[in-house]
């Protein structure tokens, strides 16, 4: 078994091979994987069901065993995934823009792989399968550390895709997983200054935390969306209830689901009772303020909220409900306990719209629209490796132009500086 | 005197006021601290004088001395380089291509500040004025931490500058400076996790090392240059002297200035006497590997390399010199020992200008010019808050742009994600 140093420096080298593999290569590679993934699959499922029966024996619950589960369905669609990515356009190579400067020199802004990414995440295992595609697509060699419960599935899926880029000419430890899944490989991959150009962290807000309080490496922070839809004074009705039901009910359990709504006085008599008809079939229980709690009192799921109750990402068929006065307060609340992922402000007001949209600090602001929509995919990115909310580097939906730096080229005849 | 946690959250609330600044206030409140850091001269002059007894007094070489000295010359050019600032394209609120989506939504990605600044950074007072500058111009605020040799100096100038803020209505707090200059005020700034955005180390190798290994805030890795100049086989003689006689010897001080010279063995024999002529007029030592040696032998400054030499930044008249057999040679040295920062090849051949650009991984990589123009304003940037020598966020010379980040604004009309 390698040490994350080892693997990191075999990355490292294969980076440079990745740096110079052309689009159609790094295709062909691609499409081999992803061929080669459905080809293996009993091999890929007979590692999972030893995964499955460990985690049972251990005592998974069950919606964490689900997540761990990789079936004919899921197999297809990581697959269908790694093809999807090799039909998107590589970023690598590109110039963004060239400038001629007054003494003649050229200088190109060039697009460029970062290097080697380091991924730690949790149970699920076809993030194995997207970050390495993903990584490979944007020119980047990975170290992937996944939870130990998917140790025998991630071992699979990193040999059968290991032994397609042998297959199409390229290193395999482009793709690297590190099999060692104790504690004291997550620190060693948070201390790899100089091998790992980035690090990634994908899961709960414990092991994001985790990383970014211990890192040495540059960090990404992805992922925790505390999300607010606020129904502002005048707004449609109809269209306020569509979006919070959208936003809380549509997928729950993921970041950028709402957690809180905010609803102005002048409309919370009308408006509170109607989002309850529309949220009560999918069970969810409202946690209101005083004066929510006043015009619900009585119904069905109605309880009164705890303050941190303000704080907190549910993940669940729960929601904050606050009544506030002005746009002034939804902001602060916004700004208080939002994570800066995804703020929505329903509204028929364009003065109001436009100060929401400016004063909001968070990676998607929306108008009219459910927060769901925070996504590669939905924003026309393509794949993505997940949601930054930090302001550094990437921000919003990674894709894989946000697994890639610059360089300048500058073109010269003989320029020196006076 | 506040706390590192105080004059933070104090920036923080600055920098939500600053955010919504346009860039005619901005541009006004720039004018006014270049005019009250020229009208307050003598005050400033006074503070400085007692920095500089004190640093006299305390043995500081006349080097470090002359670093931290401001004489009216210097304090001109501080409060023209923020007139400049003043007069460059404020990048805050453009936006980067905006999508129309197939379901109607319209998908802005428009640039914002990143909040608050933190720079850590040592002797020299100038940093003080155009870093805070640099900062309110995108949009931020900022937290100085410099060092102890020039408190007077920069205590005095950040309340001059505090005062043109408060006169053009722009909040005092978006310049903040930390007058605690001991070790465990720098450890504080770099565990401001959700106060400072971003922390940019300016100084010594030891310095950046420090801030990079320790901090829990994200870094900007800013300055550290090993550069090389590799003169290729059947180069140009006379633009190679004149590339490393330019990028040795015309400041050796700087991160840009050339600590490595690679020759291809073919023109080792002809070219290294040439190099040896132009140089020694400087001063310079030529430390040079066992095949050097052997052609430079018994010239005045020319000595055996160490292997160290070639892993060093001198920042001095000092030139580690080595032949190479072939292209891959030099690359692989480069890789080995270069901090990423700026090389150049001297070269006739397209084929290995093309080779060298596209596999040395570096912020700049040059063809037949001097690594001595990465830098903001011959890049065209503006100016600069310093060099990223890492590949996450920013690379190369960073201006305005480089500290700001990106939020995307989402204009609906009710849609919801299926």
Redesign the interface.
Same mark, same amino acid.
Do not use: C, W
């Given at each position: 078994m390698r040490t994350v140093r080892e693997l990191a420096g075999a990355a490292k080298t294969a980076s440079?091979v990745l740096?110079?593999t052309g689009t159609n290569e790094k295709r062909r590679a691609l499409c081999a994987i992803a061929d080669a993934l459905e080809a293996h699959k009993e091999e890929i499922f007979a590692a999972n069901a030893q995964d499955l029966r460990a985690a049972e024996e251990g005592g998974m619950r069950p919606a964490m065993l689900d997540r761990l589960k990789l079936n004919e369905k899921r197999l297809v669609a990581a697959a269908e995934g790694v093809r999807e990515i090799s039909r998107e356009a590589d970023p690598v190579g590109c110039a963004e823009g060239t400038?001629l400067?007054p003494n003649g020199?050229r200088?190109e802004k060039r697009r460029?792989p970062?290097?080697v990414v380091g991924i730690i995440y949790e149970a699920r295992p076809n993030v194995t399968v997207d970050a390495a595609a993903l990584c490979l697509y944007a020119g980047n060699a990975c170290v992937l550390r996944g939870g130990k419960e998917a140790i025998r599935t991630n071992t699979a899926l990193m040999r059968v895709m290991r032994g397609a880029l042998a297959d199409a000419g390229l290193p395999e430890d482009a793709m690297t997983l590190c099999e060692d899944t104790s504690r004291e490989s997550a620190g060693e991959m948070m201390a790899a200054?100089g091998l790992l150009?980035?690090l990634i962290p994908r899961g709960g807000a414990g092991l994001i935390r985790s990383v970014? $309080?211990n890192a040495?490496v540059?960090?990404?922070e992805t992922g925790t969306g505390i999300c607010h839809v606020y129904a502002d004074a005048g707004c449609?009705w109809e269209?306020a209830v569509?979006?919070i039901?959208?936003?809380k009910c549509?997928r729950p359990s993921v970041c950028n689901a709402a957690e809180d709504f905010l609803v102005h006085a002048s409309e919370a008599k009308k408006l509170l009772p109607r989002v309850w008809h529309a949220l009560r079939p999918y069970g969810v229980e409202m946690r209101c303020d005083e004066r929510a709690y006043a015009i619900l009192d009585g119904m069905e799921g109605v309880v009164r909220a705890r303050e941190e109750d303000f704080a907190t990402e549910f993940s669940d068929y729960i929601l904050a409900v606050k009544v506030v006065d002005s746009l002034d307060e939804a902001i602060e609340e916004i700004?208080l306990h939002g994570t800066g992922h995804s703020e929505c402000i329903v509204t028929e007001s364009y003065a109001r719209?436009a100060a929401f949209? $400016?004063?909001v600090?968070?990676?998607?602001? !929306?108008?009219?629209?459910?927060t769901?929509?925070?996504d590669g995919g $939905?924003?026309?990115l393509g794949a993505e490796i997940g949601i930054s909310t930090?302001?550094?580097?990437a921000?919003?939906p990674m894709g894989a132009a946000a697994l890639t730096?610059?360089? !300048?080229?500058?073109?010269?005849?003989?320029?020196?500086?006076e």
């Open positions: 440079r740096a110079q400038v400067r020199l200088i460029v970062l290097g200054t150009d980035v970014v $309080e040495r540059p960090v990404i449609d269209m569509n979006i039901r959208n936003a549509s700004a719209a949209t $400016e004063r600090d968070a990676a998607a602001v !929306y108008v009219n629209a459910s769901r929509f925070t $939905e924003f026309g930090q302001k550094l580097h921000r919003g730096s610059v360089k !300048y080229v500058v073109s010269g005849s003989g320029q020196i500086r």
